[in-house]
């Protein structure tokens, strides 16, 4: 978008500019979070992290949706997180603006679409936290199969463990950190042991609808002889997490390595019978249809079954297998929600984005749903951050319009916020929502360039007497006249080789044409950066 600045911001800008060389680049930006078209999925209540790589910089800001929200010096895996009551859902656009020593700047973008869900219990007390097992005594320190331990473990962390030959034991968690502990289960056996059972005892009634998701940690081995069962809800092809001297991960190509750990996420859509599986956050399933439940697998329970054969056809005999769980979390996810559009109405027209037009009537936000009314005092209207009284709103739909009022300068930025909202327990905004936007200048000029008299591109190569020209059409969408002044700039690898300068004068609601000469050049430019430098406010 093309700014209005005033006369001193010009100089100080042409003086940066025609100072700053761009040499070979320096800077590099990678590994953006989130990564560009992704879809990032948070909890009611979380926040949002966002984090880049960025070698060879000076500075470093982070910007989203226009808005700088973190600064940084020297080169760092950098990392900002923001509570979702501060975001904006939908699309979000995150920027990464980096300058190296010479003040040259640098930038990478991503956009990504933003949902928040809120969790359920699956069963009533059931926490929707994720469990940890840190707090094990050390009479775990060594493996055990003492049925007083095993009991006392029971009572005091909701799993039972059955099963002939079944040890339990504290081992280090998955973060690795000091004071982090986990869970082993150790089924022994000379020849097999298919008799461990691992059961959560809280869930024992069936979940009817909605998307049950079951998140942990796990490691597990020998990877080619244990035959881990997982009962719960049907996957695609069965229960099983691993079986059959196969090192994938059952209905996956994920392969397994021994000693590590894999963050297992499963999501069952109970009203549609599908199932979604990611590993470490890569998704290997994604909603394919599941097999028809079964005695074991209908939502009324989870239980995992460490198990191992040896038989000497089939394996080297292993004698121990095991199964290792941390951070293990189970519950009840509602529908995404988030903002599926937002823009602005203009002649009764709508249209997405986020810059709006000087003069557009209303702002609008499309909802994944609505269910139930909004009222004007439902949603506010903010100003560069101050709230200002909006002209009210109309429902149609899942679509909210709100008013713009009178008197908005061009380049303010406006935030329209919609309160959470309840009745009777059930809500109509299950999360507040805010969109960002920008009013676009008062005033807007269009051009085409030209060279030698023919219609060129923004880069082009220019020689010693080209004759170089800037067709623009300068609009004036206020209620009162402008005196603009058209700066034009060429650079030459960054710097500035010439500038250019027109006054036009436009009438209120009103557009001219005009033609500008750019300065000539007194030598070749192979490749030249023909550009719209600012746009100056002079006032009548």
Known sequence: MKKIISLLTLITLIFLASVCVRGADTVTISDITPSDTSSVELVSGSSLTLSANVLGAQLVQFVLDEK????????????????????SLGYRSFKIVAYDADGNQYTDTSVFKLFVYTREPV??????????????????????????????????HGWTLTGTDVYLQRVAGASGAEGDYAIKVIPYGEVSNASAVFKLDAWTQKVTSGIVVVDFDMMYGPIDGAHIQMQS??????????????????????????????????????????????????KYVNKAKAKAPDVNNNLSKFELLPQFWSVASYYTKNYWSHMTLDNFNVYIKNDEYTVSDYGYVRGGVLSSGSEVPFGSEALYVSLASIDGELT?????????GVPVAHGGITLDGSTVEVALPSGLSGG???????????????????????????????SDVSYIFAKNGEVTSSNTSIVENDIVTADCTCINMSSSDKELLLIFAVRESGRIASISAKKVTVSAHDSIDAK??????????????????AIVDLGL
């Open 123 to 156: 069963n009533p007390g059931i926490s929707t936290e994720p469990q940890t097992f840190d707090n094990i005594s050390d009479k775990y320190a060594e493996r055990t199969k003492d049925q007083a331990l095993i009991d006392a473990f029971s009572d005091e």
């Open 516 to 533: 500008l000469s750019l300065a000539p050049i007194s030598r070749s430019i192979s490749n030249a950066e023909l550009t719209l430098h």
């Open 68 to 87: 700088t929200v973190a600064e940084f010096e020297g080169e760092a895996v950098y990392e900002h997180n923001i509570p979702m009551s501060e975001l």
């Open 412 to 442: 303010t930025e406006l935030d329209l916020q919609i309160k959470s909202k309840s009745e009777n327990g059930d809500a109509i905004i299950p999360e507040a929502v805010s969109a960002h936007y920008i009013l676009s200048q008062e």
């Open 233 to 282: 809800f049907p996957l695609v092809t069965g229960s099983f997490i691993t079986t059959e001297k196969k090192t994938n991960v059952y209905d996956t190509d994920f392969i397994a390595q021994t000693g590590q750990w894999i963050h297992f996420t499963y999501e069952y859509d109970v009203d549609n019978g599908t199932i979604s599986i990611s590993l470490n956050g890569d």
């Open 376 to 384: 004007d005092s439902d949603v506010e209207l903010l100003a560069d």
